[in-house]
């Protein structure tokens, strides 16, 4: 998921000229999903993936490939007036009963993704094997 934020960007103006469609955006001051909270800031979050949670290799390969063809727009949306955050973030399942996990960024999603400006996150979600990802 690519993901773009700041306390004071105006997100429908950078979805707008962007020309990308946005998965999911929000704005600050807003209600979150939790009940009681609000946003702190305002973003958009862009699907650079379609692979599940149990597929890194998959997320890897599909980002790389939205990265290349993408680059030099994401570069402009991530130094678009307001941003503060430009983050490429792949979820993904640790499975129960594993002592270690391993994820591996390429050198070339990794090159795609400093040339356009994105940091990179790998967010952790417990599931176990009866879990649906």
Same mark, same amino acid.
């Given at each position: 998921m690519l993901r773009i934020s700041g306390e004071s =960007?105006? &997100?429908? /103006?950078? &979805?707008?000229?962007?020309? =990308?469609?946005?998965? +999911?955006?929000? +704005?600050?001051?807003?209600? +979150? =999903? =939790?009940?009681?909270?609000?946003?702190?800031?305002?973003? /958009?979050n862009f699907v650079a993936s379609g692979a599940d949670l149990d597929d890194f290799s998959g997320q890897v390969k599909e980002a790389t490939e939205f990265l290349r063809n993408h680059s030099e727009l994401v570069a402009r949306m991530a130094a678009f007036p307001g941003v503060q955050t430009a983050v490429l973030d792949f979820g993904v399942s640790l499975q129960e009963g594993y002592v270690s996990q391993f994820c591996y960024l390429p050198t070339q999603l990794v090159q795609l993704a400093a040339s356009a400006s994105l940091a990179l996150e790998i967010s952790q979600y417990a599931c176990s094997e009866?879990?649906?990802?």
């Open positions: =960007l105006d &997100v429908d /103006a950078m &979805v707008s000229e962007c020309g =990308l469609v946005a998965h +999911r955006t929000w +704005r600050k001051n807003e209600a +979150r =999903l =939790l009940k009681g909270k609000i946003h702190i800031d305002s973003g /958009a009866s879990d649906e990802v």
